[in-house]
């Protein structure tokens, strides 16, 4: 679940330099922070566009920090809560 979009890379070097060279994406598209889940766990994911999948399942949200972020469901599109920048 997207919940946040940096036109460009906006992330420590530290952390871009910590994805292995081969894989590491270029830092002038779109970075998206976004509640993730799998099996095993939630947390959250600062993810670029060119790494971005689609949810297959296309089911509701199980992340416990999704009332943190959103006020709730409006026509099955999540609304985004008002926040305030850090």
């Known amino acids: 679940m997207i ?3 940096d036109p460009t890379f906006s992330n420590t070097e530290e952390w871009w330099e910590s994805i292995p060279e081969e894989v590491r994406p270029v830092k002038d598209q779109p970075f998206y922070h976004l509640l993730a889940e799998n099996e095993e766990t939630t947390y959250t994911a600062y993810v670029s566009e060119q790494n971005l999948l689609p949810d297959d399942e296309n089911g509701p949200v199980g992340h416990p920090d999704i009332d943190e972020v959103f006020t709730g469901l409006e026509g ?3 609304v985004l809560r008002d926040m305030v920048a850090n």
Do not use: K, S
């Open 3 to 5: 919940f946040d979009v």
């Open 76 to 78: 099955g599109c999540y």
